[in-house]
């Protein structure tokens, strides 16, 4: 545990040298913002349009017992926002991207791959993690941009076609509480989160031991520790960014 | 043989070089020198330890003890970058190939090229088409490396690793799985590049024939050390029972490998 944590940092150290020193490979960067986006809209865009759909049918089976109902709207845009749309599009794009990034570093390193990069004078840390570490750290931001959307869409659909609430009401309800501080705090937390699941991901490919079932290994462990990081870490985010 | 004497400083130095992989020695103070501009091959026992001897020259491997040093220099006892820059005077080619999958095999041979040079397009083009040409795959550069058979991406590696024209080369069993044909191409390709770069090389192979003709020096590498380091022609003629039982392929001559012999 300690002993992985250690490194955790001396890859997170390697990455940020990688990452300021030349050379820049942007091409690489936008191939990886391209294969973690396209990944991951599909699986964030339902994930996000259902969450919201089911918080409007619970906070209203809920508030309407004190006849809060007018509330909904708030609440859903806000857990959307601040909680729910950075923390799930963390665990769909670890499942997708994450998990394919520990997968293709795994099989480069059992198949001496990453030793051919390093014959061949490249820095196996940066050539690699560098580009899916930004990206990551760029495209979670996008993805919760969008989730937010789709969680107060699909609050919308489920209180006014479902609920009956009133569309105009129900909209100014969504947005009169909500502040720009709910945004960024969502925003910021998206993006460590983009930035832990690759990192994590791409070290535990990158440390790979013992052929295709190795490979195998790295993959799951990598979707089970940056599950726990992203949940243990979002509690102490949100102390942070209250 | 004077410290001064700038020739005199090997290529490749490897001084009482140990390693182990999990409790298990496979390099035990393992000394070896090669001299600039000559050609070494490493003979032994599948499993003995050579691609871990290759590893350790171009610093893949750490040694667990012991010093490793390219033109004088310990790698290990300078920087990362500073290693790096040492990498780059290598070229190697790797047993199973280690083409990178996500590339073409154009991309692949062009790697090195790209990321170590200025030339331009149409030149890392021509390098690439020359180097395929040598290795006798002319006009396979659109393909990935899966659409490849083995022996093919082996030669594909090959390419790879003389693309930058580099001083030192290290050749992990070039050879192993190609036709007779193929085999001398790549035999000829070189007895062409020593004659004409002179670079140090060092090649592990199981087939004899290819050692003799590629060799100034033939070594035997045998529990965790070069036993054996001869040029051709005495290594072909040694009566040593190891160099004896290998160049004749016999397992029962070969003490340590005998599980066949019944008798006491
Ligand atoms: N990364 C590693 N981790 C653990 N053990 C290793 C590692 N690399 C090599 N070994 C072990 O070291 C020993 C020597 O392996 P090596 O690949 O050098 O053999 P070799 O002489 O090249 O054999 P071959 O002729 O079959 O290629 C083997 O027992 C192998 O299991
Ligand atoms: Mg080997």
């Not at chain 1, 964030?44 to 089976?61: D, E, S």
């Not at chain 1, 031991?209 to 992203?230: C, D, H, M, Q, Y």
Request: with cysteine; hydrophobic share 45%.
């Amino acid at each position: 545990m300690l002993e992985g944590f250690g490194r955790f940092c001396e890859l997170l150290y390697r990455t940020i040298l990688g990452a300021v020193r030349p050379p820049y490979d942007l091409k690489a960067l936008r191939d990886q913002v391209v294969r973690v986006g396209v990944d991951s809209v599909p699986v964030v865009f339902l994930t996000t349009l259902f969450t919201g759909a089911v918080m409007a049918l619970q906070t209203f089976n809920g508030f309407a017992r004190f006849h809060a109902e007018a509330y909904v709207g708030s609440v859903v845009a806000i857990s959307m926002l601040r909680e729910l749309s950075p923390v799930l599009s963390g665990l769909m794009v670890t499942g997708r991207a994450g998990s394919a990034m520990a997968a293709e570093l795994g099989t480069m390193r059992v198949t001496e791959q990453i030793d051919a990069l390093v014959s061949l004078a490249t820095d196996p840390v940066q050539y690699l993690f560098v580009p899916r570490v930004l990206a990551g750290i760029i495209v979670l931001p996008m993805l919760v941009v969008l989730g937010n959307a789709m969680g107060i869409g699909g609050g919308y659909l489920v209180a006014v076609k479902i609920l009956g609430a009133n569309p105009v009401i129900y909209m100014d309800n969504t947005f009169q509480y909500l502040r720009m501080n709910d945004l960024w705090s969502g925003l910021i937390k998206a993006a460590f989160f983009g930035g832990l699941l690759s990192l994590i991901g791409c070290q535990r490919g990158f440390d790979t031991e013992g052929g295709a079932e190795g490979v195998g290994r790295s993959t799951t462990t990598a979707v089970v520790i940056v599950s726990l990081a992203i949940l243990v870490s979002d509690f102490f985010l949100t102390k942070v960014l209250f | 043989m004077g410290a001064a004497d700038v020739t005199a400083v090997p290529a490749v130095r490897l001084t009482g070089v140990s390693k182990a992989f999990g409790g298990k020695n496979v390099l035990s103070g393992l000394d070896l020198e090669v001299p600039v501009g000559t050609s070494l091959v490493v003979l032994g026992k599948s499993g003995v330890g050579k691609s871990v001897l290759l590893k350790h020259v171009i610093g893949l491997l750490k040694p667990d003890s012991g010093r490793v040093e390219v033109g004088g220099v310990d790698i290990w006892s300078v920087s990362a970058r500073e290693r790096d820059q040492i990498r780059r005077r290598f070229g190697m080619s790797f047993q199973e190939g280690a083409l990178f999958d996500s590339m073409t095999v154009g991309e692949n041979i062009s790697f090195p090229l790209r990321r170590h040079t200025r030339m331009s397009v149409a030149q890392v083009r021509d390098r690439v088409a020359e180097c395929l040409e040598l290795v006798r795959l002319p006009g396979i550069e659109a393909k990935g490396p899966s659409e490849l058979s083995g022996g093919m991406r082996r030669r594909v590696g090959f390419a790879r690793a003389i693309a930058l024209k580099p001083e030192i080369l290290l050749f992990d069993e070039p050879t192993t799985g190609l036709d007779p044909i193929n085999t001398d191409a790549l035999v000829r390709v070189i007895q062409k590049l020593r004659e004409s770069l002179r670079p140090t090389a060092i090649t592990i192979t199981h087939d004899l024939k290819v050692a003799f003709q590629v060799a100034d020096r033939v070594a035997l590498l045998e529990a965790g050390r070069i036993r054996i380091d001869l040029p051709p022609a005495d290594f072909e003629a040694s009566d040593d029972p190891r160099v004896v039982a290998f160049v004749q392929g016999d397992s029962a001559m070969d003490e340590e490998t005998a599980p066949l012999e019944v008798s006491g």
